[in-house]
C-alpha cells in the first residue's frame, strides 16, 4: 500500500501562485508514476498533468498549459505542482495520484488516490 498525501492548497487572489506537494508513504515509492487531478464543484474530477518515474511528463491539460508544472524528488518520495498566474476557474480540489504505469495515471485509474488539497482563487 502507498499513502499519498497533498498539501499547499488555499486561497490565493488571481494571478497568484502556489505550490502543491504529494508525499507517498508506506511501500516504495520507487517506480511509480504520478499525477494530479481536479474536481471543481458540480464538475467531473479532471486530469491535470503527470510523470514518470524517470521524469517524462505527460501532455498538460489545456487549461493549465504554460501555468501548471509538475516535478518530482524521488529521494524525498514527493512529487510536486507549481501553479502560477492562478484563475478563478482554478478553483478545485487537487488529487494526487499514483500508479505503476503512467498511461494508468493518466486515464485516471491509479491505484492509489490522495484526500485532495482544495485551491480557492479568488476574483
Known amino acids: 500500500q502507498v499513502q499519498l498525501v497533498e498539501s499547499g492548497g488555499g486561497l490565493v487572489q488571481t494571478g497568484g501562485s502556489l505550490r502543491l506537494s504529494c508525499t507517498a508513504s508506506g511501500r516504495t515509492f520507487s517506480g511509480l508514476a504520478m499525477g494530479w487531478f481536479r474536481q471543481a464543484p458540480g464538475l467531473e474530477r479532471e486530469f491535470v498533468t503527470a510523470i514518470s518515474w524517470s521524469g517524462d511528463v505527460a501532455p498538460y491539460a489545456d487549461s493549465v498549459k504554460g501555468r501548471l508544472t509538475i516535478s518530482r524528488d524521488n529521494a524525498k518520495d514527493a512529487v510536486y505542482l507549481q501553479l502560477n498566474n492562478l484563475k478563478p476557474e482554478d478553483t478545485a480540489v487537487y488529487y494526487c495520484?499514483?500508479?505503476?504505469?503512467?498511461?494508468?495515471?493518466?486515464?485516471?485509474?491509479?491505484?492509489?488516490w490522495g484526500q485532495g488539497t482544495q485551491v480557492t482563487v479568488s476574483s
Open positions: 495520484a499514483a500508479d505503476q504505469d503512467l498511461r494508468t495515471v493518466v486515464r485516471g485509474a491509479g491505484t492509489y
